[in-house]
């Protein structure tokens, strides 16, 4: 379920999924879904901090005001998600020129729509993207921007430093932003954020302030899941190894926010370091409130008695 | 015209061909072709008409594989053998003799560097090794026969895999070890005391130029205080380097990172492959070689001591080794 999607898509599918569930018009149903799906996303996603963030929301609607209105809650937090993306991506989209050349990882939500915005602005630009193993989503991402008309190079993980000499910016997404300014995001972004460092390349993240981990401000460490030689080879190369054969596959890594120049969110572009700073002052988004998920997760419980 | 001993074709066509592989056998292979081709000349018993001879067939191995540094390097081993010689016979068993020295040294070069480079491996070490390295898998074996070595992580090196093969070489000897993506070897380079790779070659600058994606391990490591060592045979240096001639990168087939229908199927993406990076020697803290530990800055002296003739520009004329100048000097 969901595996290959990007943090935004899982948001989105996880709110599709809410609504249709809400839908039905039974408490107790719903309830039971949400609190699976906090399950699973905890379990296999801990660090999809917008989904989190939205399970926290909706819980919390039904802990506060009970069921009812709670499918239009859904559409509305929808609608507002699909507005921050949209206003963080214009911001990004002004720091680009016509011929500059970019290079992303993945198969981000945000790098797909700011690529779709530069198309319609009619800036021409060069894109490189890294396979990005494993799930070598940088493949689908090279495809969206062929099908844009973008020229795109394709090349493994390992060449983002050979190549890093022809390329103007760096633009990625990200799962979660810490409160240190830390981005997670897929396995790979660190060491291509340290490159373009060494290379003196600028870095950008695409991140509305949904993906902000409140959690993080007291303290807590974002986890960051693993899977095993699965995602490396499939059964038949299996068979052609040694029976012991063994890998470790992160799937994000935590790039330190000094590799990087700029996060870039609905309230504009600013230090990574800045974005508490800038969430306490503009805080009525409603997206950030830091009640923990556990204690949500235990009134629901309450609630529906289980 | 001159005749070759059959032999001595077959190894030329065998290397052109690529059925003799990697630096070492192909090094070796070249020394071999030069005994016998001093062992069965059966022209005049003059010490001019044997150099030209020789020469000759130096020039014809050389031109195998343009990109192969091991090649040159064992020819001109070699052949310049034939620089202080005075007579027909003294000159045929300056060549024998040279040429075995040379595959005896080259054989014996990667178990040195093993035992070397182990010696610097300190107790309860955790190792991260890219591609796959012959040199470089020996000095960890060797360090783990020692007892210092606990895990090995080892990058699976897109596009053609070769980090399936050391994990199956480090596998068999009982070494723990551990594969992962490329792309997490920052995510696990604080856990590793040891970078450990080898080498395609190695420029008078002390640069390497090895399997795409070692510069960015090595860059890694720098940023998180982890040492660097590359395990190196002598015959890896390159001398050409010494005059200004730049490392050339081969790109490879898109193919190896693609299938074609894929590749038909979006003619707007260019996969780039390049098979090579370079590492500058600021990344590198020492090389290993079957002579020593070096700072990679002093690769100079192994071209220097191993392949003096290097320095000697005369050796080359307009940019290109001549082959007739070493044999002559």
Known sequence: MFTRFTGSELAFSVLDELYSTASKGSEIEFVKRLLDLVDYVLSERPASMATINILRQVGL???????????????????????????????????????????SNSNSLAVRKLLSLLAKQGKSIKLYVTESRPGGEGLLLAEYAENLGFDVYLIVDSAA????????????????????????????????????????????????????????????????PEHDWKLLVSSEEAAR??????????????????????????????????????????????FTIARPIEEIVSSLKRRVGV | MTTYPQRVLEIASGIREMKIRGAGRIARAAAEALKIAALEYTGERD?????????????LLVSTRPTAVSLPNAVVYVLSSLRRVSSFSEAREAVVKRAEMFIFESEEATRRIGQIGARRIKENSVILTHCHSTAAVGVIIEAFKQGRVIRVYSTETRPAYQGRITFTHLAKSGVPVTQIPDSAVRYVINEVDYVVVGADTVASNGAVVNKIGT??????????????????????????????????????SPE????????????????????????????????????????????????????????DFQGYSEGKLDLNRIVSL
């Open chain 1, 61 to 103: 609607y039904i802990t506060e005001r009970g069921f009812s209105g709670v499918d239009k809650y859904i559409l509305e937090l929808k609608e507002k998600y699909q507005a921050i993306l949209d206003r963080a991506v214009e911001v990004m989209a002004r720091r680009i020129t016509s011929g500059e050349v970019l290079l």
């Open chain 1, 161 to 224: 430093r050979f190549f890093m000499k022809s390329i103007d910016k760096v633009v990625v997404g990200a799962e979660a932003v810490a409160s240190n300014g830390a981005v997670v995001s897929k396995i790979g972004t660190s060491l291509i954020a340290l490159a373009a460092k060494e290379a003196r390349k600028r870095v950008f993240v695409v991140a509305p302030t949904v993906k902000f981990s409140p959690e993080t401000l007291h303290g807590e460490l974002l986890k960051l």
């Open chain 1, 241 to 286: 190894l040694p029976e012991n054969y063994s890998a470790r596959v992160p799937l994000y890594d935590v790039t330190p926010p000094e590799y990087i120049d700029a996060i870039v969110t609905e309230y504009g572009l600013f230090a990574p370091q800045a974005l508490p700073l800038v969430l306490s002052l503009v805080e009525k988004s409603g």
């Open chain 2, 47 to 59: 010490l001019e008409a044997f150099k030209r001879y020789m020469t000759n067939v130096g020039e």
């Open chain 2, 215 to 252: 510069s960015q391990v090595t860059l890694a490591a720098k940023e998180a205080r982890t040492r660097v060592y590359v395990a190196a045979e002598s015959y890896k240096f390159s001398p050409l380097t010494l005059i200004g001639e730049l490392v050339t990168i081969e790109y490879r």
């Open chain 2, 256 to 311: 190896e990172i693609v299938p074609r229908e894929w590749l038909e199927k979006h003619p707007r993406i260019k996969v780039l492959n390049p098979v090579f990076d370079v590492t500058p020697p600021e990344y590198i803290d020492a090389i290993i070689t079957e002579h020593g530990v070096i700072p990679p800055q002093a690769a100079v002296l192994i071209l220097i001591e191993k392949l003096g003739w290097a320095l």
